[in-house]
């Protein structure tokens, strides 16, 4: 993409121009981005150092983070968090992918998208109604206790809800439709040839589906994951209304700072924690996002 | 071939779009043009209900903006995170009123704008309300933190006996009202001692019962959480709940009830009052007399989010309201439960860290 | 691609399971929107509109819906602008640093919406700015940015620069490639940006939640309702939010049945 070292005067200032113009096409959105996302974000990471009130009224010190490193209560939020992001993404991805895939190997090509369309419609319900839905749908006097009672299989309600599992399964269903989306972008890219081919040199289904297929898939199975693990990560909706507050995550950690006790610092702090924990889940990921890219 | 998408189409140009961005922005400038004047009050979930609040600006053309919090420690979060003038009218618990009063965030209320003589003494408490010969706010609602249960899984005497929230029987029955300050006061009460007079060697007895209360429940949540729980069946008693969690849906799920413990159980009580640096004490003193006016408290007695006995003792209420909140029966709860506690600064900071903890299993 | 009764069979038994996954809350929220009763659990008793005569008489409701289609429509369109010149300017342009600028507009995609939400939030409150409906806004805005530069930058291919060569060597000026050739040619793709973010921006929670005061958005007050009242209130508001979502994805779908498949999340 660069230019040979024998290039003539003209073209350098053709090129800086280009380069130029580029430039100003693309400052409007930089600039937006780094006035109202980066110095926020800046100014929230010098925040994370004060204790008490802020700037102007607490110490600087890594007070905030000596507190979370040593208080049960926050390392073990970060610890559930941590386990119940890897569960929900794992699960989510597993869930979508037969779903993904009998959509676009065992449906009509014309009629794919509308397949795709139902499967991904209650996307669109509201998602903290949708979250209390749940806990409705899985109440002692909900469907599915009533349905199990109704044909017999318990005599019992079974104790659904409140659990780490309630969320889960909360999280889950939003995510197994955000996975299908992407999966499917993938999968339906793949040239069929390919697979053709395979089975012409003599592989089996399951060695063209292996060797094929999947590595084909990656870059939509890994976004789909990345994008599962960091909204996951970060919410608090769903933890809240279906959690019962049995284990608290990070974002409701940080809330209750944020209303409860007001101190933003501390907020601040278990934001710049839930970014590191992102950050490092994208170096792993990075490799399967870009990969199949030029 | 492709030559055909060299049409000029109309396209949605970005300069089209940038118009209607414009557009959009400024019908919605110009969509609340009310020019009548507005206050913004800081309640308890309670004054929420659309009803109660078109009342009053129906009746005075004063539209009122309600948030509502939590608990008392968020309502202060909210008021430092404005600015002074952001808020004309506070709802507070009464022993909350004066640590408020001491951070100069009510101002003073002339006792003759409102009914006080309708206010029975045992709420009217003068020394919650009143601080340095001044009254700073007016009793408006009060209730119980007791124990919310459902007839039909728990009976009478074990509800009654704070006891069996410990025990084993009690094991995955039982919720917890997610708000430091009740049960916290409870457990207190349960240990012989009094909510008022707690002080930080007090906690660690606390925290030990907390932790075997917290090992039986099956959820900890707000009122609308704790109450779905309750009504659906998902907990069978709820420590902390009292007649406001139970009294909306008694007419449709009649297995529920609340008690007070035999040892004695927690009274809640609001108050409300002007901001010191409103910019509409006039308004806000209008809407102070319509909440304790008696069509006001009938309203807010029997609100959409939880029920509670009025201050006023000539509220609008119908003979069945009065029924279902006891209120030939106050004199005697009355006598049977103990305030909130109102903790100071560090106390109140010791307070939260061990409900945090305790909260969070593990 | 199979045809016949092995594809029936494997689309049943695989497509069967997840369909009834993905549809239970949603059918038992529409089906207690009509619940003639406080509490929305079985045995169901009606049919009864009242709850949707109590929320469509609600002004909070009514208010609360018209802010989120003016954020969502207002930031959507101001993301997509912005997004389509940079995606533009990097597309057609050889920018020095092209990949770092990538990385920085996606970078809020990556950091989750609490952070950048709490941001803003520590950033008005520093230099003053109180919270209303435009921080919510701005708020939305940086959110739907990455979103629409991912869908827009992904459509600049390379039959599409032939095309624009082809008219620069015919003699057109940048400008007029630009307005005759490009935006045409991405005009699917814009809607699709647009309406993606609107998607997202209507429904978001936490950063209209923390910017905004007296006139909150749709999500924040059917919280807001859930924390104050039980009652299936809540199911008729979740319902209505489902039917008008829904005939945006229409909408969407008409738009780009010309272009031909493109999936909403491009990469």
Known sequence: MTLAATATAPEQVAARRDARRGLLLTAPALLWCVVFFVLPFATMLVWSFYSGGGPGEGSLGLDNYRRFFTDASYTSALRYSLEVTLIVTVLSVLLAFPLAWAIATQVRPDRQRLWLMLAVLPFWTSYVVRSYAWLLVLSPDGVVNQTLMTLRLITEPLELSFHRATTVTGFVHFFVMLCTLTIYASLSRIDPRLQLAAADMGASGWQTFWRITLPLAAPGIASGAFLTFVVTIGDFVTPQILGGNNELLLPQIAMLQITRRGDIPMAAALSVVMVLCVSAAYLLLARWITGARR | ?362 | MRTGWKAALTRTLVLGPLFVFIYLPVAVLVLFSFHDGMVPVPPFEGPSLQWYERLLSSDRFTNAAWASVVVALASSALATLLATLAAWGLARHRVPGRRWIEGLMLLPLAVSYLVVGLGLLVAFSAVGVGKSLWAAGIGHVVLNLPLAFVVVLGQFDTQQARLERAARDLGASESQVFWRITVPQLRSAILAAFLLCVTFSWDEFIVAFLLSAFDPTLPVVILSMLRTGLNPQTNAAGTLVFVLSLLAAVLFELLIKKRGPSEPTGR
């Open chain 2, 1 to 362: 071939m492709k030559m055909s998408r060299f049409s000029p189409s109309a396209s949605p140009s970005p300069l089209r779009r940038l118009t209607l961005a414009l557009a959009a922005c400024t019908a919605f400038i110009g969509l609340p043009a009310h020019a009548q004047e507005t206050i913004n009050a800081l309640v308890w979930c309670d004054h929420t209900d659309e009803a109660f609040l078109k009342a009053f600006t129906a009746k005075t053309k004063i539209k009122v903006n309600v948030k509502d919090y939590e608990g008392t420690g968020t309502a202060l979060s909210l008021i430092e995170q404005g600015k002074p003038g952001d808020w004309d009218v506070f709802v507070v618990d009464s022993t909350d009123v004066r640590s408020v009063v001491a951070k100069k965030l009510l101002a003073e209320l002339d006792p003759k704008a409102f009914p006080m003589n309708d206010i029975p003494a045992a709420v009217r408490l003068p020394e919650y309300h009143v601080v340095g010969g001044k009254m700073y706010a007016v009793p408006q609602k009060f209730g119980y933190n007791a124990i919310a249960y459902d007839k039909t899984k728990v009976t009478a005497a074990q509800a009654k006996d704070i006891n069996y929230v410990f025990g084993a029987s009690a094991k995955n029955k039982i919720g917890i009202y997610d708000y430091y300050l009740p049960v916290i006061g409870q457990v207190a009460v349960a240990l012989g001692k009094k909510p008022q007079d707690l002080k930080e060697s007090d906690l660690p007895a606390i925290r030990a019962k907390l932790v075997e209360m917290r090992g039986n429940a099956r959820m900890v949540g707000d009122v609308v959480t704790t109450q779905t729980a309750l009504a659906t069946g998902q907990i069978s008693l709820l420590v902390g709940g009292g007649e406001y969690t139970v009294a909306g849906l008694m007419a449709e799920k009649p297995n529920l009830d609340w008690v007070l413990p035999d040892v004695g159980g927690i009274r809640w009580q609001q108050a409300i009052g002007v901001m010191a640096d409103s910019k509409k004490k006039a308004a806000a003193t209008q809407f102070v007399q319509y909440v304790l006016s008696p069509e006001g408290q009938a309203a807010l007695a029997t609100s959409s989010c939880y029920w509670g006995m009025p201050a006023n003792s000539k509220a609008a209420l119908t003979p069945a309201q009065k029924k279902t909140l006891r209120w030939d029966e106050q004199t005697a709860f009355i006598a049977k439960s103990f305030p909130y506690p109102s903790p100071s600064a560090a106390l109140d900071k010791a307070m939260q860290d061990m409900w945090l903890s305790v909260v969070q299993k593990k």
